[in-house]
C-alpha cells in the first residue's frame, strides 16, 4: 500500500510554468508505473504522462514538448515540470500509482491557467 500526495498546484498565466510533486509514503523504487492524470470540469480522467521503474517515460499527445516527467527514488517523489502552460490545461491533477494489481491515487491539486 502507498499513500500519495500531491502538491505544487496554483494559478499561472497562459505560457506560464509549474512543477507539481508528488511524494510517496514508502520507497518507490520498486513501484512498477507512476504518473500523473488530469480531469478538467465535465471531463473524464485523462493519462498526462507516465513514468516506469526504469525511467522509460510516456506522454500524451496534448504535452508532448512541454510537460516532463521525472522520478527521485531518493525522496520517493515524482515530479510532472509543465512549461508553456495554456487554458485547456486546467484541471485537478492526480498522482498514480500501480502496485502490483493495484492503483492507488493521490488527492489532487489544481491547477489553473488563466490570465
Known amino acids: 500500500q502507498v499513500q500519495l500526495v500531491e502538491s505544487g498546484g496554483g494559478l499561472v498565466q497562459p505560457g506560464g510554468s509549474l512543477r507539481l510533486s508528488c511524494a510517496a509514503s514508502r520507497s518507490i523504487v520498486s513501484i512498477n508505473t507512476m504518473g500523473w492524470y488530469r480531469q478538467a470540469p465535465g471531463k473524464q480522467r485523462e493519462s498526462v504522462a507516465l513514468i516506469s521503474s526504469g525511467g522509460a517515460t510516456n506522454y500524451a499527445d496534448s504535452v508532448k514538448g512541454r510537460f516532463t516527467i521525472s522520478r527521485d527514488n531518493s525522496k520517493n517523489t515524482v515530479y510532472l515540470q509543465m512549461s508553456n502552460l495554456n487554458p485547456e490545461d486546467t484541471a485537478v491533477y492526480y498522482c498514480?500509482?500501480?502496485?502490483?494489481?493495484?492503483?492507488?491515487w493521490g488527492q489532487g491539486t489544481q491547477v489553473t491557467v488563466s490570465s
Open positions: 498514480n500509482a500501480v502496485v502490483r494489481l493495484n492503483t492507488y
